[in-house]
């Protein structure tokens, strides 16, 4: 769902206006100003296709989860975010979808996997509403249903970093990085590849796996914990 | 309709004839109370003649049934189950006493609040009906016949705090001819409303409406002024309340002052250099200085802490030479007046809330960050800068962003919405850009616009070309992410209508902070005896039905100090406080409790124990005979003598022991 | 003094100086660090993206652990030097004190494989502890060879001061600046001390393919202030962070045109210095830039915010 190839430029620049107009696909170069033409949307497809119990569901696995029902729009995380260029959709309009049961629209989106886990929007709230986790329960659930953007590291890498530390105890960061890389772009190995070797001559990488002494302490209590 | 059963039982000669009335209450008792099964058991008790229900007993038919019932002679005494004595024990007395008996020959019995309300299962709640249907028959029986009293009311009224509340409600009674206290804790009345510019929605001038008032609140032959001072003390009873009010030295005599500010002149400060707190810290000031020009009364004052005479005592101090009408006199000490009024009105007003709180939006930390009520000083041709807005450098902003909802609807600092930000942010649009050719931008969540003429108003900035962005500000920044933004403060927020985030570069930022209570509401609150909500707002009667009245008799509100409001509502809820004072002043009287102490002179020791410890010194002691005696004039029957006495002796009417114990009997007999 | 110790898996990696210079200066200062038996992966802030309740019970155990080390009635304050472990230990100490939905859930596990947290760990982290715990004066006591001159950009990021840390203020914070003033060195004042720095992201490429690089955009941004304010290092208290600083500037330039070589140590490491420990004890030789121009002012020029200084580039 990406949008047409943005060149890489320098950062945010220019007015309110250029980044709205960079935003709605318009603008480019050489002044070429058209918009590719999307198919209607159908307020009453929209509605049917709608889960009544999405919302009340992701409340529920979230420590104070639903105080997102006290939402108000008013758009502070999202001004707070500091990757919201990057989202298809901003966190408060996740929340609305949410709220509104929209579940496919919101675990197909970028933006749980975009998003940093900096908290800078739960503590930015007005409602209190721990969007942080609400992040974290929409990943759960797009990982469960593999419906998570296969180009991502970060998908791999939680993946890889939790797998390790509960089979070993303890988790070994450039192997996590190895394994994401490989899966995802196999190129950042490449690109990576010099400040990899200066941190190694500084002892600051290994390959070996680190571990725990005893690993099967941890193992049991997870095993008692269930999923 | 209403349903009668006499019992086959004829009445002793003498004994009570005790009617049983159980109300319906609409669905709200009957709903889960089995009423007929309660006026059924009732009329199987002790003494009761007559049992009934009805569908609302306080309405006028349900109080006829017990008039008529007392005039046909088939009842003298009379039990309503139904809500609580907060809401209608009053209203049931009073039939009763129509109806030809004394009023306190009536018990109620709470079925609503204490059963209906609070238990789930009908049978329960049937039962526990029953049991207190029981007690409050028991304990009727042995009432005794008490006329109501009525203590006179005392014609004056207290206003505290003067700012347009207290001004309006001030004048509304003194025009009506009844003497009005106004006390005002600054040296000037005027309040918050002296420091605007304009109010919405007409773009008035603030102190072109007020300045008039203020004027007619001096000169008024009804109205005590008594600025720069506080209320102390609070003793006594509605219709009947001694105050005493402290007024603080200004070292300066008001009867004299003219106000023609020559000592300000020749102060030894040559330039003003102590915060002025009218102007929000703005504009200096001198040791020596008023407020503001239009200040009511137009006396100047001293600040101790700044004079030098005050603080080295080495000060050739040519302000008295400057003064023609010799007014100063700076050995004044504190003075304290005592009063006695009848009514209270608290119109004590808000503060703002303080901007500091929120670090992210810079205030105090980047010089051009602003609070709404400095730029009003600001505007404010009186003001500091003599009405040019100016940032700190003494240039014009080109771009202004005002950022709504400052410390309100916001669950860390207070949920509730502040009512009168979203119009004087939209005030401050069409004035800075007037005064300045600024581009405006304002961020809000949602614009609360209900007043009369207010939308119109919405409308008007809009069609001026004001920037509005729908959405939250997360973040006021010096942060420069692109050349447009050097030098400038970017404010960080979703445009939620447009779905992206904006950082606009602003020269000023204005914070539209809401309205807070007092710091000290709390204090103030105990000396009226009065309650704070949760919030810290005092606390009205009821929200919808009683606005300006408290649980507290005689003590009414006016204005912010019940909650943020605008000014029209303010200057009604004023009136409405002046009315209701007005209403029981006129009265001339108010009716008292029946439940004062007495002493049974057999059973009293001599010991003394009640006599000091009367709150109202309400005990008399007979020496000779070592007897204690009650003044039934002064007591207000708190029971404390009551629960002290070691003998029993002291009793009070309406609270005998035989009455509690008969109670209790009664639930323990059916529960 | 002495406290038991979280050590986190990243510092036994690419946050090895870390370790290194926060050993030292502790020793220096009389402190001893009682390392936890056979700690745990915290789960960082991944494993709440795959189970939020066997994340609680992977940093849980670790609190049962250093009560374990320290029996008795007394609070047990456990320090940890990364800020990512340390929301995973603060997380799992409330969710056990007063969650309401996995707190429970993850005591019951604990139970049932015959361990029991007493409520006695107050997790702490190692800025807090050098300000609050040791205090700013007494480190000020041992300094020998003040950093004066020395004008640095504090960075504390997300996890130190949100979303369950309450030992400074959320959104200005001053304990790092209190401490680097202590110490004779000259924090700057900036926006960007708790801006994000896409640490989770893992500095590089979250998402490859044609979008720019959102982490190293924000790292960028954060470097490029402190740069203009004519900050000469910046000072950071996680691993994540001081590695997403300072590894990927070469890409920055390569990226954004802006010349960046910032020195990004650890905030123990310029303690340390302070008090006089080498170089070499506080694993200075292991970072990959390092250049501190004691004694040099930047060329000062006026910023037109009115605050800092600007560095000219190049």
Wanted: charged share 25%.
């Amino acid at each position: 769902m990406q949008t047409a190839t943005a060149p890489r430029a320098p950062i945010a620049s220019g007015s309110s206006a250029r980044i709205v107009g960079r935003t709605l696909g318009l603008g480019g170069r050489r002044g070429r100003r058209r918009k590719r033409w999307r198919p209607p949307k159908d307020g009453a497809t929209f509605q049917a296709a709608l889960d009544p119990r999405f919302a009340t569901e992701i409340a529920t696995e979230v420590e104070h989860g639903e105080r997102l029902f006290t939402c108000i729009q008013c758009g502070t995380c999202s001004g707070a975010c500091p990757l919201v260029g990057y989202m298809d959709h901003p966190p408060r309009r996740i929340i609305e979808l949410v709220r509104a049961g929209a579940r496919d629209e919101v675990l197909t989106s970028f933006t749980p996997w975009v998003c940093a886990s900096c908290y800078a929007c739960t503590v930015a709230c007005p409602r209190e509403i721990p969007i942080t986790g609400i992040m974290h329960a929409l990943r759960r659930r797009a990982l469960a249903e593999g419906s998570y953007p296969s180009r991502f590291t970060n998908p791999v890498m939680m993946r890889e970093l939790v797998g390790m530390a509960e089979a070993r105890g303890r988790s070994t960061e450039s192997l996590i990085a190895l394994k994401a890389y490989l899966r995802t772009d196999p190129s950042q190995l490449w690109k990576h590849a010099a400040t990899g070797l200066r941190l190694l001559r500084r002892g600051r990488m290994g390959f070996r796996p680190a571990s725990m002494r005893d690993p099967s302490t941890l193992r049991r209590l997870l095993e008692a914990v269930g999923r | 309709m209403a349903e009668e059963l006499i019992p086959d039982r004829p009445s002793p000669n003498g004994a009570p004839k005790i009617g049983v009335y159980v109300c319906h209450c609409g669905l709200n008792i009957a709903g889960t109370v089995d009423v007929h099964e309660v006026v059924r058991f009732a009329s199987t008790l002790p003494y009761v003649t007559v049992a009934r229900e009805y569908k609302f007993m306080c309405s006028d038919p349900g109080q006829e049934l017990i008039e008529q019932d007392l005039r046909e002679g088939l009842v003298d005494r009379v039990v309503v189950a139904s809500c609580s004595p907060l809401m209608h024990e009053a209203t049931f007395r009073q039939a009763t006493g129509r109806g030809g008996t004394s009023p306190f020959h009536f018990q109620m019995a709470s079925i609503r609040e204490l059963v209906s309300w609070v238990t789930e299962d009908p049978e329960d709640a049937t039962e526990k009906a029953k049991a207190l249907v029981a007690a409050a028959v028991r304990r009727v029986a042995l009432h005794e016949y008490l006329e109501p009293r009525e203590a006179p009311v005392h014609p004056d009224v207290l206003v505290v705090g003067g700012g347009i509340a207290g001004i309006h409600a001030a004048l509304t009674l003194a025009d009506a001819g009844k003497h009005v206290y106004l006390v005002e804790r600054e040296s000037t009345i005027g309040g918050h409303m002296a420091k605007f510019d304009k109010t919405f929605p007409t773009l008035d001038c603030a102190s072109c409406i007020l300045t008039p008032k203020m004027s007619a609140v001096r000169a008024h032959p009804n109205i005590t002024l008594w600025t720069y001072s506080d209320v102390v003390s609070v003793s006594g009873y509605t219709g009947d309340f001694t105050v005493r009010v402290r007024h603080r030295p200004r070292y300066v005599r008001e009867d004299l002052c003219t106000g023609c500010l020559a000592c300000i002149e020749a102060c030894v400060h040559k330039q003003a250099k102590y915060p002025s707190e009218f102007d929000e810290g703005l504009g200096k000031r001198k040791p020596i200085y008023i407020p503001f020009p239009q200040a009511t009364p137009p006396v100047v004052v001293v600040d101790p802490e700044a004079c030098i005479w005050f603080k080295t005592g080495k000060c050739p101090r040519p302000c008295i030479e400057a003064c023609e009408r010799d007014a100063f006199d700076f050995e004044q000490t504190e003075t304290e007046d005592e009063i006695k009024v009848g009514a209270i009105i608290l119109a004590t007003g808000f503060r703002t809330f303080d901007a500091g709180r929120i670090p992210e939006y810079g205030y105090g930390r980047y010089p051009n960050v602003y609070t709404s009520l400095e730029v009003e000083r600001l505007l404010n041709s009186a003001g500091p800068t003599g009405g040019e807005v100016l940032l700190r450098d003494g240039t014009k902003p080109r771009t202004v962003g005002i950022i709504h909802c400052v410390g309100s609807r916001d669950v860390r600092f207070h949920a509730y919405c502040s009512k009168v930000c979203c119009m004087y942010s939209l005030k401050l649009a069409h004035m800075l850009r007037e005064r300045t050719g600024a581009e405006v931008y304002n961020f809000y969540i949602d614009m609360r616009t209900p007043g009369k003429g207010y939308e119109e108003f919405y409308d008007k900035i809009l069609r001026e070309g004001a920037h509005l962005i729908r959405g939250r500000v997360a973040e006021v920044t010096d942060e420069a992410t692109a050349p447009e933004e050097e030098g400038h403060l970017v404010i960080r927020a979703e445009d939620t209508l447009l779905g992206t985030v904006r950082r606009v570069p602003v020269d000023m930022v204005v914070l539209a902070v809401g309205m807070e209570p007092q710091p000290d509401a709390e204090d103030v609150r105990r000396l009226f005896n009065i309650s704070c909500g949760g919030e810290g707002f005092f606390t009205e009667r009821h929200p919808k039905l009683a606005p300006v009245s408290t649980f507290t008799d005689g003590v009414f509100l006016a204005g912010a100090c019940q909650g943020p409001k605008d000014i029209p509502e303010t200057v009604a809820q004023a009136g409405a406080a002046a009315a209701e004072a007005l209403a029981m002043i006129d009265r001339g009287s108010v009716r008292l409790e029946a439940n004062t102490a007495f002493v049974d002179e057999a059973a009293c020791s001599g010991c003394k124990t009640c006599v000091g410890l009367c709150p109202f010194g309400a005990i008399e002691f007979d020496e000779e005979r070592r007897k204690a005696a009650v003044n039934e004039v002064v007591c207000k029957g708190c029971g404390i003598c009551v629960a002290a006495c070691p003998s029993g002796a002291a009793q009070q009417h309406l609270f005998t022991d035989a009455q509690i114990l008969a109670e209790i009997e009664g639930v323990l007999a059916y529960a | 003094m002495r406290y038991p110790y979280y050590p986190g898996c990243s510092v036994e990696g690419t946050g090895r100086a870390y370790e290194e210079s926060l050993a030292a200066v502790l020793a220096a200062l009389d402190v001893r660090l009682d390392e936890l038996e056979d700690w745990n992966c915290c789960g960082a802030s991944a494993a709440d993206s795959i189970d939020e309740v066997r994340a609680i019970a992977l940093a849980a155990r670790n609190l049962v652990l250093a009560e374990a080390g320290a029996p008795g009635d007394e609070p047990v304050e456990l320090l940890t030097p990364c800020a990512g472990c340390y929301r995973a230990l603060l997380a799992a100490q409330h969710a056990l004190e007063d969650g309401r939905r996995i707190g429970p859930r993850v005591a019951r596990g604990l139970e049932a494989v015959g361990l029991r947290y007493e409520r006695r760990v107050r997790v702490r982290h190692v800025l807090d502890v050098l300000v609050h715990g040791i205090g700013t004066e007494r480190i000020a006591q041992a300094v020998t060879r003040p950093l004066t001159g020395l004008r640095v950009a504090c960075y504390y990021g997300c996890l130190l001061v949100r979303p369950e840390a309450r030992f400074d203020d959320r959104h200005d914070p001053t304990s790092m600046d209190r401490l680097m003033r202590a110490i004779g060195a000259e924090p700057i004042e900036w926006p960007m001390k708790t801006r994000c720095c896409g640490g989770s992201c893992y500095g590089a490429d979250p998402f490859s393919g044609t979008t720019p690089q959102g982490a190293l955009t924000l790292s960028h941004a954060i470097l490029r202030e402190a740069a203009r304010r004519g900050a000469d290092a910046v000072v950071t208290a996680c691993p994540l962070c001081q590695f997403n600083l300072e590894a990927f500037q070469e890409q920055m330039t390569r990226h954004f045109g802006t010349t960046l070589d910032l020195t990004v140590g650890y905030v123990t490491q310029f303690v340390g210095l302070a008090i006089g420990l080498e170089e070499r004890a506080l694993g200075i030789h292991r970072m990959l830039r390092w250049r501190l121009p004691a004694g040099r002012e930047p060329e000062a020029v006026a910023s037109p915010s009115g605050r800092g200084r600007e560095v000219r580039d190049g």
